[in-house]
């Protein structure tokens, strides 16, 4: 069974752009969750989609957005980058069902650097 | 507010020793914990887990122990070997209203160097 992938792999932008991120979920899992990795701070929840709905989100600010298409695949978007936006984003998909808990399988991540 | 902490960065162990991984947690409605093992360019895998009803579970060289009055949980790793030189990071997740999904929480992680 293939893993959860992520593409692209590095990215580069400048301030001010916008960046979609791209994550392709374990066959036949169906949540897809998003975290932020910054040095020092551990992962950062952003969000979880299940069945194409948001249902969980992080404290980030409205320039991080998400969607899921009816495949399960996930995209993510980041609006109006900026510098300390630079970190490594890791995708995570389960099985999971309602209020139990399923273990989270991670991709490789992005790694956006924002100039 | 970090909800889940891990105080160490770093940590070196000589290869054969036990290693010792700690993490607090404030969140008294957590009620599930995980430890992830991460190496380099790659995503953090699945180590070992413990419920809180629970206080110790064991996996081959990996134990956890959970101390819930102290809001504390430690990843014991022996023998440690050269290729459990890693990052680990601490989770924990609590059970959300019905139809919602659990979500993780994770500390900032400990880079685990073991020597040979």
């Known amino acids: 069974k293939a893993g959860v992938t992520q593409t692209p792999r590095y990215l580069i932008k400048t301030r001010g752009q916008q960046v979609t991120l791209s994550c392709s979920p374990i066959s036949g899992h169906r949540s897809v969750s998003w975290y932020q990795q910054t040095p020092g701070q551990g992962l950062q929840f952003l969000f979880e989609y299940f069945s194409e709905t948001q249902r969980n989100k992080g404290n980030f600010p409205g320039r991080f957005s998400g969607r899921q298409f009816s495949n399960s695949r996930s995209e993510m978007n980041v609006s109006t980058l900026e510098l300390g936006d630079s970190a490594l984003y890791l995708c995570?998909?389960?099985?999971?069902?309602?209020?139990?808990?399923?273990?989270?399988?991670f991709g490789p991540g992005t790694r956006l650097t924002v100039l | 507010d970090q909800q889940v902490k891990q105080n160490s960065p770093s940590l070196s162990v000589q290869e054969g020793r036990i290693s010792i991984l700690n993490c607090d947690y404030t969140n008294s409605m957590f009620d599930y914990f995980l430890w992830y093992k991460k190496y380099p360019a790659e995503g953090p895998t699945f180590l070992i887990s413990i419920s809180s009803i629970k206080d110790k579970n064991e996996d081959g060289r990996f134990t956890v122990f959970l101390n819930k009055s102290a809001k504390h949980l430690s990843l014991h790793i022996v023998p440690s070997q050269p290729g459990d030189s890693a990052v680990y990071f601490c989770?924990?997740?609590?059970?959300?209203?019905?139809?919602?999904?659990?979500?993780?929480?994770f500390g900032s992680g400990t880079q685990l160097t073991v020597l040979p």
């Open positions: 989770a924990a997740s609590a059970s959300l209203s019905s139809g919602s999904a659990r979500q993780l929480t």
């Open positions: 995570a998909s389960s099985l999971v069902l309602a209020d139990s808990y399923n273990e989270q399988f």
